[in-house]
């Protein structure tokens, strides 16, 4: 008789098998990497762009997640490349980001914060409108 199939949670963790190993996925929670927080300190969009202002002296006294956030951006990131490129969801992303903003490791550039009074630009919407058409 053969066993069932290993179970797997919404994080790509296997119920049935030990963490570990070299390629399994991370010891701690995405809830424990927040404290525990659901939300961000202030709202912050997913195409918001961060880069990483931090002293790299600096950066062994953060957490290892804030480390690999730091170390990331040192090119200009969306938070969503982050979220992805890191593998950890997009509310913990956000998290974080907006943890290292608060402590001055990363600067935030906010989309939509042009002369226009928060609206979005026209000529940028146009260009989201043809790409989707192209798809």
């Known amino acids: 008789m053969t066993p069932p199939p290993a179970s797997h949670d919404p994080y790509g963790a296997s119920l049935d098998e ?3 190993h070299e390629g399994d996925q991370p010891l701690v929670r995405p809830y424990a990497m927040t404290g525990g927080r659901t939300r961000p300190r ?3 969009a997913i195409e918001a762009l961060v880069s990483t202002t931090a002293d790299p002296a600096h950066l ?3 957490l290892p997640e804030h480390q690999r956030i730091c170390h990331l951006c040192r090119e ?3 938070v969503a490349e982050v979220s992805a490129l890191l593998s950890m969801p997009l509310g913990v992303a956000r998290i974080l980001v907006a943890d290292l903003a608060e402590a001055g490791m990363v600067a935030i550039h906010q989309p939509g914060n042009g002369e226009a009074g928060g609206t979005p630009d026209v000529t940028l919407l146009e260009r989201v409108l043809s790409g989707l058409r192209k798809l």
């Open 18 to 20: 030990s963490y570990g």
């Open 42 to 44: 202030y709202q912050l």
């Open 60 to 62: 062994a006294t953060l």
């Open 76 to 78: 200009v990131k969306s």
